[in-house]
Structures are given as structure tokens and as C-alpha cells.
């Protein structure tokens, strides 16, 4: 049977200090602060390379929404002083950060046996402010970042 | 001898992954043990250029007449990543930073046509003995390409194969 893959990068993420400390919810909006909502991505076949020897590069993509209270506090120049965007936005980029050190480290999602996961990065080297939604109170600041696992499916192989 | 039939249903067009290439050699002059690597982990497109030496004379009629002299085959593998575990790859670069060229014609070459034959009748191969395989170059962007060109022999043996996996058995017609 295959191996969910959202199942195992949410097993992976938890593993991650930001991710667990803040819920997440899967293909859900809980429009509250701190929460993470995990984003299932549409990632086109024709993406997919094909190698001669019938194994396929493939690309899962997925996308992480925070949402963090918005402070209406202009940033000033005091010492001491720290403003709560910017702190909550390096919150954010922590995820980031954390993506590129797995990578490096070689920890990957477990996709199964029949797969061999290549590299995870982030598309962008920050986390995109999509705006802030004023409907809640306090009002939201919507961060997102998308992720994508470069893996190489075997399971179509005919040389074992 | 029969024609062996392309096993696949009528019309029915044949995945690139039934033609195999899988090149074969012995580390050191006491193995007896041969080591086999399948090409093309990772290649996109890999075709065997026959590279015939094509002579066409026209007589006084109009008629040509088309003689093949020779064919050299030979096949490209481009990209061929340098990947863990590859031993042909750990082969070839041995013998690329001992300049050893020399070694580099010591391999034999086998292409199985999957599409010919099955797991119990075999599948048919053939064997090119005395084949080279030269590194081309070394390097790349992200990762390392250390892409190969293997020249067969046309030294053949036809037969078949009992499985598709490196421990297969090679058995003459």
C-alpha cells in the first residue's frame, strides 16, 4: 500500500519546534493567533521527469498559512524596544530556517520504500505576507510558505 | 530459428524501461565474481547509434544499390550523476585519476529487450563482449555529471536472460 504523503510531512513537521508549538490544522482556516494551517498543492504531472530506467522525479508541494496578531505600533527606534511584527515575522522565518537545515542534514519525510526524497526547500528564502485580515480581533497577520520535496518514485521500476 | 514476437498486446508501444543496458566487469585479476550495474539511473534519454558506414552507388539505370560496411555502435549517457552506491561510477573515476585509459575496454556489455520473451521463457539479451566505456567529462551545475559513452564491441552473443536484476543469468541460444 503507499505511503500517505501528507500523513508523513505532518509526522515530519511536528518534529519541528515552530510546527509544534502552534496548532496545525490540515486543508482547514482556524483563523486564529499563532495557528498553522497545512495547504495540500496541486503540482502539475508534467513536472514529472521520466528516466529511462522507468523511475519518475517527482514533486509534492504543500503550504504552510500562519496567522500572527498584527499590532497597529509603528516600528520606532527605542531601545529595548521590540516590535511585534517583526518578532512574530522571525517566528515565522524560524520554519524556513529549520527547512534548510534538514535539508542539509539529510532528514527527510519517510515516503515509504518506493521512494527516495532527493532535497525539501522552501520556494522563497522568506515567509510571503498575504495581508491582514482586519475581520478578527485582534487583526491577523497572514503569512505563507510554501514548501517542496524533490523525491524519485520507484515503484514503477522493472530492474530490482 | 523463429522470430521471437514482441510481447506486448497489438499496438501496444513498448516503455523505454524493457530496453536495458547493464554493463558488466571483474574487479582485479583473482575475482571471478562479476559486477553488474544497469545504465541510466537518472538519464532521460539514451538511444544506441549504430553509427553505419553507408555506401550507395547508382548504376546506369537509376537503381541505387546501398551497401552497409560497418556499424559502430555506441551509446551516450548524459547525464550519468554520479550517484551513491553506483560502482560502475566509483570504477570509472578510479580509472579517470590513474589516467589508466587503457582499462577502460575491459567491460562487457549486455542489451535485454524486455519486450522479447518473459520472466519464464527468458528475456532476450545479447552479450557484446571487449566493449569500451569512456568518461566524457566531469563536473556540472548542482550536482556531479560524469557522463559516459559506451562503445560496443559487436563481439555478440545472443542468448537470454532469466531475470530482470543484476544476478541474472546469461544463456547462450
Same mark, same amino acid.
Given at each position: ?86 518578532s512574530d515575522m522571525t517566528d515565522v522565518q524560524n520554519l524556513i530556517e529549520w527547512i534548510a537545515e534538514q535539508n542539509e542534514l539529510k532528514n527527510f519525510p519517510n515516503f515509504g520504500e518506493d521512494c527516495e526524497i532527493e532535497e525539501i526547500s ?14 478578527t480581533s485582534p487583526p491577523l497577520a497572514v503569512y505563507s510558505t510554501s514548501i517542496q520535496i524533490r523525491y524519485i518514485d520507484f515503484s514503477k521500476l522493472i530492474w530490482r | 530459428m523463429a522470430v ?17 543496458? &547493464? ?6 585479476? #583473482? ?18 547509434? !549504430? ?10 539505370? #537509376? ?21 551513491? #552506491? ?23 556489455? !549486455? ?32 550536482? &556531479?555529471?560524469?557522463?559516459?559513452? &559506451? ?7 545472443? #542468448?537470454? &536472460? ?12
Open positions: 500500500m503507499a505511503t500517505n504523503k501528507n500523513q508523513a510531512v505532518i509526522d515530519y513537521l511536528i518534529t519541528c519546534p515552530t510546527i509544534l508549538n502552534s496548532p496545525l490544522y490540515f486543508n482547514f482556516i482556524n483563523a486564529k493567533d499563532d495557528t498553522n494551517q497545512f495547504f495540500t498543492d496541486a503540482t502539475d504531472v508534467y513536472t514529472n521527469k521520466n528516466y529511462i530506467d522507468g523511475s519518475v522525479e517527482k514533486i509534492y508541494t504543500f503550504t504552510i498559512i500562519t496567522f500572527k496578531s498584527a499590532a497597529d505600533i509603528a516600528v520606532v527606534k527605542l531601545p529595548g524596544h521590540e516590535n511585534e511584527n517583526l522552501t520556494t522563497t528564502e522568506e515567509p510571503k505576507f498575504e495581508g491582514i485580515d482586519e475581520q | 521471437a514476437p514482441i510481447n506486448l498486446p497489438a499496438h501496444q508501444r513498448a516503455e523505454r524501461k524493457l530496453l536495458i543496458t &547493464v554493463a558488466e566487469w571483474t574487479e582485479g585479476s #583473482g575475482s571471478s565474481t562479476p559486477v553488474r550495474e544497469i545504465l541510466g539511473r537518472r538519464t532521460e534519454d539514451s538511444s544506441i547509434d !549504430y553509427n553505419a558506414d553507408i555506401e550507395t552507388t547508382t548504376d546506369i539505370l #537509376g537503381i541505387n544499390y546501398t551497401d552497409i560496411n560497418r556499424t559502430q555502435p555506441q551509446q551516450d549517457f548524459d547525464p550519468f550523476l554520479v550517484l551513491g #552506491g553506483s560502482q560502475l561510477a566509483a570504477k570509472l573515476n578510479d580509472i579517470r585519476r590513474r589516467n589508466a585509459i587503457s582499462e577502460l575496454d575491459q567491460f562487457t556489455v !549486455y542489451i535485454i529487450t524486455a519486450f522479447i520473451g518473459d520472466a519464464t521463457s527468458g528475456y532476450a539479451a545479447e552479450k557484446h563482449t571487449g566493449c569500451t566505456i569512456a568518461y566524457n567529462s566531469i563536473g556540472g551545475d548542482s550536482n &556531479v555529471n560524469f557522463p559516459i559513452s &559506451v562503445y560496443y564491441s559487436n563481439n555478440i552473443t545472443t #542468448g537470454t &536472460v532469466d531475470k530482470l536484476s543484476d544476478d541474472f543469468v546469461f544463456t547462450p541460444d
